[in-house]
Structures are given as structure tokens and as C-alpha cells.
């Protein structure tokens, strides 16, 4: 089942790292405009979450989603049940800071990293937009951890990729 398209507005910048990790593709910009975001959601056909009520009177029920919680992970599990999202084959696929999909960075990538980073991951994947560099070491184990206490029925979240 392919993921769901969304959307953050800036009260949900929390949700959407986490949004990122389970390589649900979430545009958010801060700095958009609720006409911005309306159009923006009708455009690109994504969900619009958003906890604002003044901005749901704006859009068809079925283009929005009302966060109700405000911790991110609460809001997460919300976004998760309503959307129906399943857990991805693997974690960390995006950029978690612009959204586009992450590549296997080059030799040439992986050398500018901080030497502890080389030392502690292969493969190192990187963003093409935005050009960090990503790997998979304790605090993606820390993440990983999280979203299975969080999703306990999601049991592939306790494989051994980090």
C-alpha cells in the first residue's frame, strides 16, 4: 500500500521528523500562509494536518486531519491510525530536515563526515537538495526504539537494521 501524501503546517514540526523517519513524503514550510497551504495541499494532493480549526472550514474533510494531541509522538500514532500507514520496509529513507528522498552517498560525501560518523556506519546515505549526510548509528537505534514502544504491534520495527 503506497503511503499517504502530506502535508504539516507549523504548529507540527515534531511530527514531521517523525513523519520523515517513516518515509511518509511531508512537505512542511513554516512560513506558508493558510491560502499557501490550502492551495498548496489541492495541488500537490496531499493531506493537510494542521491543528487550527479556523483552517479545516477551508478544505474538503477528506484533505485534512485535525491533530488533536500535542506531543509529537501522540500526534504520530494519531496521523499513523487515521492515514493507515504501515511501516515502512526501511526506516530513515528521507531527509528529515527537506523531505526528498535520500541516495547512497559517494566516497567523496562519506569523506567529508566527521571521522567518528565513518567509522560508525555503512552505507552512509545522502540528501541530493539539501547535501547532508546521514548514517545509521546510536541515535537511530534511539529513534528505532522509540517508535517501537510507541507502535508495539509493529513487530519488523525490532529487526536488526539500526
Excluded at 69 to 85: E, F, K, N, S
Excluded at 86 to 100: E, G, K
Excluded at 147 to 162: D, H, I
Aim: aromatic share 6%; charged share 25%.
Amino acid at each position: 500500500m503506497e503511503q499517504p501524501r502530506l502535508l504539516a503546517d507549523a504548529m507540527l514540526g515534531g511530527l514531521v521528523r517523525w513523519l520523515r523517519v517513516l518515509d511518509c513524503d511531508t512537505a512542511y514550510d513554516p512560513a506558508l500562509t493558510d491560502a499557501e497551504l490550502v492551495a498548496l495541499a489541492a495541488r500537490e494532493s496531499r493531506t493537510l494536518l494542521t491543528r487550527d480549526r479556523h483552517l479545516l472550514t477551508f478544505l474538503r474533510p477528506r484533505s485534512a486531519l485535525r491533530i488533536r494531541h500535542d506531543a509529537p509522538l501522540q500526534q504520530l500514532r494519531q496521523v499513523v491510525d487515521a492515514c493507515a500507514i504501515t511501516p515502512p520496509p526501511t526506516l530513515f529513507r528521507r531527509c528529515l530536515v527537506c523531505n526528498s528522498p535520500l541516495r547512497q552517498a559517494s566516497d567523496e560525501q562519506v569523506a567529508k563526515a566527521p571521522p567518528s560518523a565513518r567509522a560508525f556506519a555503512e552505507p552512509m546515505r545522502h540528501c541530493p537538495v539539501c547535501d547532508r549526510l546521514y548514517w545509521l548509528g546510536s541515535h537511530t537505534r534511539r529513534m528505532r526504539a522509540t517508535l517501537a514502544r510507541t507502535f508495539p504491534e509493529w513487530s519488523a520495527l525490532r529487526g536488526n537494521e539500526p
